[in-house]
Structures are given as C-alpha cells and as structure tokens.
Nanobody, 116 residues
C-alpha cells in the first residue's frame, strides 16, 4: 500500500503564490519520478511538472518560469511552488509517483482556484 497525501490548495488571487506539498507513505520502495498533474473542469488531466531522483525537472510550457518543483528523497516528498498564478491555472492538482518496478500512484487531488 502506498499513500500520497497532498496539501496546500486553496483560493488565491491572480498574480499570487501558492505552494503544494505531497508526502508519500507506506510501502515506499525506490521512487524514480515524482510529479504534479492537473485537471481543469471539462479537460483532460495534464502534466504540470516532473522531477527525477537526481533533481532534473521538466515543466509544461504553460507554467515555465512561474512554477518550481522540488523533492526531498529522504522524506519522500515533492512540492510545487506556484507563482504569478493565472485564472487558467485553476484545476484540481494531483501528485504522482513512479517506482522503479514500474507502477505509479496518485494522490487524492487538491483544488487550486485562482480568482479575484
């Protein structure tokens, strides 16, 4: 059993910051890739950012320069610092981990709403 617990979502004004955190617990073997995805109403889930165990990060074009992903391998946590938020960033954000054995797990999702 693997559990991913997300926190940090909420309502923020356009241009504001928000930080999401995800902690993995349970039967945690070696985690390779950690990432954040999001799903807006009526849209498919899309990748926001991923980070490898060595710290190499990739970002969706829509968030480059505004979001920063980071991870702590010792604590099995991954964070997403979101700055300069826009209304189009409104979505449910999901944490995801991929293990070396090839299986992956999702968090329950946390709502981010960007509105004035």
């Amino acid at each position: 059993q693997v559990q991913l617990v997300e926190s940090g979502g909420g309502l923020v004004q356009p241009g504001g910051p928000l930080r999401l955190s995800c902690a993995a617990a349970g039967s945690i073997d070696r985690i390779t890739l950690m990432g954040w995805y999001r799903q807006a109403p009526g849209k498919e889930r899309e990748v926001v950012a991923t980070i490898t165990r060595s710290g190499s990060a990739t970002y969706a074009d829509s968030v480059k320069g505004r979001f920063t992903i980071s991870r702590d391998n010792a604590k099995n946590t991954v964070d997403l610092q979101m700055n300069s938020l826009k209304p189009e960033d409104t979505a449910v954000y999901y944490c995801n981990i991929l293990r070396t054995r090839g299986d992956n797990f999702w968090g329950q999702g946390t709502q981010v709403a960007v509105s004035s």
